[in-house]
């Protein structure tokens, strides 16, 4: 902030559409009072508020409050409360509780959270409001909102109600359908009660095999595994299935997960493997992005992927170990700030990783013919899609269909392709065309629905269409903020109010970057 306006940004250092997101002010509130006081000033002004969290790993611009006036609400501060109930088995937390704090907080009471992004440097709240996930079909599926049993948020109030109040939302409110996946809309998230279960272990074997039957095989894996996932490398016609069940915490094993994508990486490896593809790039040399995305697969599944038989190495399958130390990783965001010899891959203080992400959800139903149509089009020139190799695949997580309103609304499979993205955004990227058919089918054709938390603008445009449960969610929505001031023209756009139009910019080279179609 200077002395005018605050300039926010997310973890990636640019927004989608590459513009600045600028707020007049922002708060750190460290209580729940200084969040009521904080709305409060801003309903008595009708200043228009968004919340954000300490690392903002959210793609889209669900934190712009819109136009320059807006106020941000951080909840870098809000984390001291953590409460765990064994008896009850809950824990309670501030909404700016990070996931891996919380992880840690409820093993060390012999508790566990099932089921999590595999990402740790998100907090509770952010990974509520955007539908963050792991992966299951079991019990109630593999997000975590569902495991929600209380919320309380601070809403806008009446001049009678001093402009701002809590509200505390059960499994007996309906509203809690709403909130619990909510894109920051509907408040600020202060407090949340999770159900918890107790500590288990789990038991991983990854195989890399041939794809040649992965539409028949997939949704019988996810029904048979109960954290299973596959990661596909269509231009390698392989994929890794990740074996991953849950097994007695009596079985012998310590084992971790540090996946090496979250891991800290020397930051003049990251440089050198950016400038790498970057010349790929610039040359067109699909080749080169075809061997060096084998040799990074080869060499991941060499060493586990990330994971280790104990807090040193791997030494082979099975993996098995305590819940809490497999689910979730990201130990790149716990170095120093003033480390900048090892950092994660995307820390926009080095010239390193820059990409895109599509992450959209297909139903069960129709995941064994888009599977068929992304082969088919490997078929027809397999380096074509060399460079998701280099992004760790196409990863497939099973998620089941949620009570959340803006949730998963049928058990579906979710894909997530990470891929390059140029410095200069009227570069096209090699072999965009191919991508962007698999982009296109899965919305489209395949009527699949975009994480609220990733994708370009175009995954947004109509998505409000897909969600039968949609007018129930704006009902509550209009309840507890009838002025909209935890919305703007992006989360109008993206819930269907006013038509959409702000989901796509219509602009010179607005389609290179997912802008439009």
């Known amino acids: ?242 074996f991953d069940e849950r097994v007695s915490v009596n079985a012998s094993g310590n084992g971790v997960q540090e996946f090496i994508g979250f891991n800290p990486i020397p930051t003049a490896v990251i440089e050198a493997i950016r400038a790498l593809e970057d010349s790929f790039e610039s040359t067109g040399n699909s080749e080169g992005k075809c061997l060096s995305g084998q040799l990074q697969t080869a060499t991941l599944i060499s060493i586990g992927t990330g994971l280790k038989n104990n807090d040193f190495l791997f030494t082979g399958y099975p993996v098995i170990g305590y819940n809490n130390r497999l689910q979730a990783s990201g130990a790149c965001l716990r170095t120093p700030d003033t480390d900048l010899v090892n950092v994660c891959g995307w820390d926009i203080r080095v010239k390193g990783e820059f990409f895109h992400q599509t992450t959209i959800s297909i139903a069960v139903s129709s995941i064994k013919n888009f599977i068929t149509d992304v082969r088919a089009l490997r078929d027809m020139d397999p380096k074509s899609i060399c460079g998701i190799d280099l992004y760790d695949g196409l990863l497939m997580r099973f998620v089941k269909a949620s009570t959340a309103y803006l949730g998963e609304q049928e058990d579906a499979v979710d894909i997530d392709i990470t891929y390059y993205r140029a410095r200069d955004g009227a570069t096209p990227r090699l072999y965009e065309d191919v991508l962007e058919e698999i982009e296109q089918m899965a919305l489209y054709k395949y009527k699949g629905r975009p994480h609220w938390g990733k994708n370009r603008n175009l995954a947004f445009e109509g998505a409000w269409k897909r969600y039968p449960k949609l007018p129930r969610f704006l009902r509550t929505k209009a309840k507890l903020d009838p002025q909209g001031l935890f919305s703007s023209e992006w989360s109008d756009a993206v819930l269907g109010i006013g038509g959409g139009a702000a989901v796509v910019v219509e602009k010179d080279q607005c389609a290179l970057e997912g802008m439009c179609i």
Not at 193 to 199: D, G, H, P
Request: proline residues 4%; hydrophobic residues 40%; contains cysteine.
């Open 1 to 242: 902030c200077d002395a005018n306006d605050c300039t926010v940004s997310n973890a990636y250092g640019i927004w989608p559409d590459r513009m600045p997101c600028i707020a007049r002010a922002v708060v750190y509130p460290s209580t729940e009072q200084e969040i009521v006081s904080a709305v409060a000033s801003a309903v008595r002004k009708s200043q228009r508020m968004k919340v954000v969290s300490k690392w903002s790993h959210s793609i889209p611009k669900l934190v712009c409050p819109g136009g320059n006036e807006g106020l941000i609400i951080s909840t870098k501060n809000y984390s001291k409360n953590l409460i765990v109930d064994k008896e009850k088995m809950r824990v309670t937390v501030d909404s700016g509780v990070e996931l891996r704090q919380l992880i840690d907080a409820i093993a060390a009471a012999g508790l566990a959270l099932p089921y999590t992004p595999y990402w740790d440097g998100v907090s509770i709240g952010g990974l509520l409001s955007t539908g963050a996930h792991g992966s299951s079909f079991f019990g109630k599926g593999g997000a975590t909102h569902e495991y929600v049993a209380q919320m309380s948020l601070v809403v806008p109030g009446t001049k009678r109600e001093g402009y701002a109040k809590v509200i505390v939302l059960t499994e007996a409110n309906e509203e809690l359908n709403a909130a619990k996946v909510s894109l920051g809309v509907l408040g600020v998230i202060s407090k949340v009660t999770l159900r918890l279960e107790t500590m288990f272990k789990r038991s991983i074997v990854k195989e890399f095999q041939v794809d040649d039957d992965l539409e028949n095989k997939i949704i019988p894996f996810a029904n048979a595994y109960e954290f299973g996932d596959i990661t596909w490398y269509p231009s390698q016609a392989k994929a890794i299935y990740s």
